[in-house]
T-cell receptor, first 117, second 114 residues
């Protein structure tokens, strides 16, 4: 069965430092997509970055990059130069098998990141 | 700019009441989703819809129903609210056939059932 695992319930990072949030996934599909979302305390889920299973390059979006290691089935989010506004919960998600064009996702449990000044 | 709105940010209801949560998107997306979010459990899919008047059960549909009469609007209905339905409810939408199927979320509704 497909599964997303985030093993870090909470993380701390010093402002301006880089931080890596872990995500491992389990799927038997060859074609899949991986997503990271940010959820501030306000509650809204904000899309950050996407990685397709056939993408040869790691995805990057500004200060966010996805460290995609296909053989290890990991898709870690790297945030460079952390800012206070990065304090939030972060969710890793994967497109569900057989979802066709419906785009159904399965989510991990989330990691709470706190940036210290 | 993508926009998903939900009718209420905070809602307090009593046990047994019928509760309507509304979600509207202005992106002409075919797919719409309702999730609930509870601490330690991540997001769990309640129902989704891939077209007007079409719906499918997600992982935890019990105690909920949905309605999609128009493409832009997807309603979640709690027929008889119970205290174990106290949760954060998130609506999302996505396009069919897009390269990434990215889901865009609304601000969420924090529902408390007393």
């Amino acid at each position: 069965a497909q599964k997303i695992t985030q093993t870090q319930p909470g993380m701390f990072v010093q402002e301006k430092e880089a931080v890596t949030l872990d995500c491992t996934y389990d799927t038997s599909d060859q074609s899949y997509g991986l997503f990271w979302y940010k959820q501030p305390s306000s509650g809204e889920m904000i899309f950050l970055i996407y990685q397709g299973s056939y993408d040869e390059q790691n995805a990057t979006e500004g200060r966010y990059s996805l460290n995609f290691q296909k053989a290890r089935k990991s898709a870690n989010l790297v945030i460079s130069a952390s800012q206070l506004g990065d304090s939030a919960m972060y969710f890793c998600a994967m497109r569900e098998h057989g979802s066709g064009n419906t785009g159904k996702l399965i989510f991990g449990q989330g990691t709470t990141l706190q940036v210290k000044p | 700019d993508v926009k998903v709105t939900q009718s209420s940010r905070y809602l307090v209801k009593r046990t047994g009441e019928k509760v309507f949560l509304e979600c509207v998107q202005d992106m002409d997306h075919e797919n719409m989703f309702w999730y609930r979010q509870d601490p330690g459990l991540g997001l769990r899919l309640i129902y989704f819809s891939y077209d007007v008047k079409m719906k499918e059960k997600g992982d935890i549909p019990e105690g909920y129903s949905v309605s999609r009469e128009k493409k832009e609007r997807f309603s979640l209905i709690l027929e008889s609210a119970s205290t174990n339905q106290t949760s954060m409810y998130l609506c999302a939408s996505s396009s069919t056939g897009g390269s990434t199927d990215t889901q865009y979320f609304g601000p969420g509704t924090r529902l408390t059932v007393l």
